[in-house]
Nanobody
Framework: QVQLVESGGGLVQSGGSLRLSCVAS????????MYWYRQAPGKERELVAT????????NYADSTKGRFTISRDNIKNTVYLQMNSLKPEDTALYYC?????????WGQGTQVTVSS
């Protein structure tokens, strides 16, 4: 079955960095676009970044452009989110997602908390 397992979250000071990882299994990872989303308390889930099957075709939310970088390793079946210059408003639960046959699969999320 499809599984997505995120890790790498934590507590960091404003201006700091974190690198999130999402390990995928149960599907042919290299054949699918991958997504990072986040959801802050009381807010809707927000698309943060996407990456194409070969690592190109990256797109970012305006709020993260220039600070976040999405990448993938199709050998390790892992998608990453490098987050630099973190701000308190980046505090959220971060999820990775894959869409297979019009169905969305989500991981359990990893918490990122940025203190001011």
């Amino acid at each position: 079955q499809v599984q997505l397992v995120e890790s790498g979250g934590g507590l960091v000071q404003s201006g700091g960095s974190l690198r999130l990882s999402c390990v995928a299994s149960g599907f042919i990872f290299s054949s699918y676009v991958m997504y990072w989303y986040r959801q802050a308390p009381g807010k809707e889930r927000e698309l943060v970044a996407t990456i194409g099957i070969a690592g190109g075709g990256t797109n970012y939310a305006d709020s993260t452009k220039g600070r976040f970088t999405i990448s993938r390793d199709n050998i390790k079946n892992t998608v990453y989110l490098q987050m630099n210059s973190l701000k308190p408003e980046d505090t959220a639960l971060y999820y990775c997602k894959v869409r297979i046959s019009r169905r969305d699969y989500w991981g359990q999320g990893t918490q990122v908390t940025v203190s001011s």
